[in-house]
């Protein structure tokens, strides 16, 4: 199976600006999450999409959204963007399984955002 | 609140050494834990994944973690690293429709 993909791979915008990123999960998955990665935070959980529904939100502003489509791709968005916006933002897709032993999240390679 | 601790920010290890890495956690209900590696330029990979059963539990690459769930525990080991090896190492644990990770470990590992 092809992993997840994640467009653009990088992006260069500049404050106020508004932003979309997309994400393919693996074939099969319905829960996509999103995480923002930083070298001063870490990884922070922005949200998960399981059928078309936000099923949980981080603490992140409102100018953080996403949405998930019929086929499972999601996408999230930041509007008016801040410099503390520039990030690795990485998507992660899941299955359950009850055999294999509950839910496991593979992750996407990122899409690096540098706002200027 | 719920966190994930991870002690050791950088770790220098020389090859062969033994490796050992701290997780502990703050969450009083069932949970899932997990161990990812970053190498340089790639993006997160599963190291290895605790549910249930066995508390020791090997994964991929030589690497193992043994839950210990009176001491909210789940340390990662490998007997002997290599240089390639070298990569930042994260604990996290999945709470019901969350998942929380630690803020990472760095390893060195010099040839």
């Known amino acids: 199976k092809a992993g997840v993909t994640q467009t653009p791979r990088y992006l260069i915008k500049t404050r106020g600006q508004q932003v979309t990123l997309s994400c393919s999960p693996i074939?099969?998955?319905?829960?996509v999450s999103w995480y923002q990665q930083t070298p001063g935070q870490g990884l922070q959980f922005l949200f998960e999409?399981?059928?078309?529904?936000?099923?949980n939100k981080g603490n992140f502003p409102g100018r953080f959204s996403g949405r998930q489509f019929s086929n499972s791709r999601s996408e999230m968005n930041v509007s008016t963007l801040e410099l503390g916006d520039s990030a690795l933002y990485l998507c992660a897709s899941s299955f359950f399984s009850s055999g294999q032993g509950g839910e496991t999240q593979y992750f996407g390679p990122g899409t690096r955002l540098l706002v200027l | 609140a719920q966190s994930v601790s991870q002690h050791n920010h950088h770790v220098i290890l020389s090859e062969a050494a033994s490796l050992e890495l701290g997780c502990n956690y703050s969450y009083g209900g069932t949970v899932n834990l997990f161990w990812y590696v970053q190498y340089p330029g790639q993006h997160l990979q599963l190291l290895l994944k605790y549910f249930s059963g066995d508390p020791l539990v090997k994964g991929i690459k030589g690497f193992e973690a043994e839950f210990i769930k009176s001491k909210f525990s789940f340390n990662l080991r490998k007997p002997s690293v290599q240089w390639s090896d070298t990569a930042e190492y994260f604990c996290a644990v999945g709470l019901p429709s969350d998942m929380r990770f630690g803020a990472g470990t760095r390893l060195t590992v010099k040839p």
């Open positions: 074939s099969g998955h319905r829960s």
């Open positions: 999409y399981f059928s078309e529904t936000q099923r």
